[in-house]
């Protein structure tokens, strides 16, 4: 009895000590290229997942959050897709789906997506400071 006992012990703790990642790893801003080495930003809040690609804007999304998998919806609740986080930190965000994988970069940026958009002079500022380092990245 006691070996079992002290088995159940060790799994309890080593179950209970692993590192699971939650929302507040993929909270931020993000900025990574695509193939075409197009530059594009990602804004992750509680609720919302935000693209913002220089061709065409700011595209807002709702998602969920599973485990390692965010699921994207749009406002009519349709689901849109998947990501799987391949691996996050203080610094990086990996995310695929079944076509393609991106590197993403923590960016910290003076003023947020999610409070810029509320006023029309945050956010006249913070698209110009998006173009910026659009500019900066594809002249690099």
Same mark, same amino acid.
């Given at each position: 009895?006691?070996?079992? $006992?002290?088995? /159940? @012990? ?6 209970? $000590? ?15 290229? *695509? !193939? ?8 992750? &809040? ?33 689901? @849109? ?10 610094? /990086?965000? /990996?995310?695929? &789906?079944?076509? !393609?994988? %991106?590197?993403?970069?923590?960016? &910290? ?5 999610? !409070?810029?958009? *509320?006023?029309?002079?945050?956010? !006249? ?6 173009? @910026? ?5 594809? %002249? *690099?």
């Amino acid at each position: 009895m006691k070996p079992i $006992c002290v088995l /159940v @012990l060790i799994l309890s703790f080593t179950l209970g $000590c692993k590192q699971e990642k939650t929302n507040k790893d993929i909270l931020g801003h993000w900025w990574s290229t *695509q !193939e075409d080495s197009s530059y594009f930003e990602l804004y992750i &809040n509680e609720i919302e997942f935000v693209l913002n690609h220089a061709s065409y804007g700011p595209i807002p999304r709702k998602y969920e959050y599973h485990f390692d998998t965010i699921y994207l919806y749009n406002f009519e609740n349709e689901k @849109l897709g998947k990501w799987r986080i391949v691996d996050s930190s203080d610094s /990086v965000l /990996v995310l695929s &789906n079944q076509e !393609e994988e %991106y590197k993403l970069y923590r960016i &910290n940026i003076p003023n947020s997506y999610f !409070e810029s958009y *509320q006023d029309s002079l945050d956010w !006249e500022s913070f698209e110009e400071e998006f173009h @910026l380092r659009y500019l900066k990245r594809r %002249y *690099q």
